[in-house]
């Protein structure tokens, strides 16, 4: 089970720090990647993290670049990945949903097991 929060509607320049808690799985087995869709648009992936705690980030997203931006982390004590994400602009508006695997991150939706809800970010002057 996967829980994303700290989404909300801010303006551009803020930031937001969202959380993805994760139960019944362990971090130390697993890759928790977050992605992010807009209507019309095709769900992408904009950070991921596997489970030797090694970092993959994808630095376009929709020809946008996030120019690091956004900074996956996780807290092994709480079981929870959290996505930072600085200068927020009103390109960055989406559901940010996290996603968990054995072992690996991966660019394909498709070999995620295990899904969020997601969280609203909504950017806006």
């Known amino acids: 089970q996967l829980a994303e929060s700290g989404g909300d509607s801010v303006q551009p320049g803020e930031s937001l720090k969202l959380s993805c808690e994760v139960t019944?799985?362990?971090?130390?087995?697993?890759?928790i990647s977050w992605w992010r869709q807009v209507p019309g648009k095709e769900r992408e992936e904009v950070s991921c993290i596997n489970y030797k705690n090694q970092v993959s980030e994808y630095s376009t997203v929709w020809g946008d670049f996030l120019e690091g931006r956004f900074t996956i982390s996780r807290d092994m004590a709480k079981n929870t990945v959290y996505l930072q994400l600085i200068n927020l602009n009103p390109a960055d508006t989406a559901l940010y949903s996290c996603a968990a695997r054995y072992y690996e991150c991966s660019a394909y939706e498709t070999r995620y097991d295990y899904w969020g809800q997601g969280t609203q970010v909504t950017v806006s002057p």
């Open positions: 019944g799985i362990t971090l130390n087995k697993y890759a």
